[in-house]
């Protein structure tokens, strides 16, 4: 660690998943404006030219950081979801996936919540189709619970939609950090405040 509290890494080490790290941290912390090539590199350890060797701009590695999380959300909702036909155990499964990814990709989820309106044209088309897809799966699922008698709701599209904003990074972090919260209890609450809003009698 440098004088001035910065972590100083070798050439080897500094990439880009690593580079992806710090600048999630500064951007979560300051925001995307606020936030110069200047300091990250600072916060790396390293000179702000040296950065250039391995990336463009900030913005680039903004649009990196929000679609690499929207993929990765997408993907663990999935594998959640397809884990079961019965839809009250797909809206417990997916519930606890989507909290769980808020809590362990808490800063990217902090950046996407605030910064998606920065992202290049075609990489913001590509989140918000990415968040489309998450909208499709749970509609998939509350239809299927509306067919079998076990969820009664208004409209299938404000369910799904409902189900994927259910809630947001704000109030994971009051939950979960600031009130210490244990992740199991905080699911529990999630699925059974779920179930309620889609008409289950669990």
Not at 77 to 99: D, F, H, M
Not at 165 to 180: A, G, P, T
């Amino acid at each position: 660690m440098s004088d001035n509290g910065t972590h100083v890494v070798s050439k080897k080490a500094i990439n880009r998943d690593y580079i992806n790290e710090v600048a999630c941290r500064l951007f979560a912390r300051q925001g995307f404006a606020r936030t110069s090539m200047r300091d990250i590199a600072s916060a790396i350890g390293i000179r702000a030219p040296s950065l250039y060797n391995h990336i463009g701009s900030k913005e680039e590695v903004l649009n990196r950081i929000i679609l690499a999380m929207f993929y990765a959300q997408y993907s663990d909702l999935i594998r959640a979801l397809t884990g079961t036909e019965n839809p009250v155990e797909q809206v417990r499964k997916g519930i606890v996936a989507q909290i769980q990814f808020r809590i362990a990709h808490a800063n990217a989820v902090v950046v996407a919540a605030r910064e998606t309106l920065e992202l290049d044209a075609d990489i913001k088309t590509e989140v918000l189709n990415l968040r489309n897809r998450q909208y499709q799966a749970w509609a998939d699922v509350v239809e299927r619970g509306v067919r079998a008698g076990v969820f009664h709701v208004p409209s299938v599209r404000l369910a799904s939609i409902t189900m994927y904003d259910f809630f947001n990074y704000l109030e994971i972090n009051i939950l979960y950090i600031q009130e210490n919260i244990p992740d199991q209890e905080l699911c529990n609450w999630y699925v059974e405040l779920a179930l309620q809003s889609l008409g289950s009698h669990f």
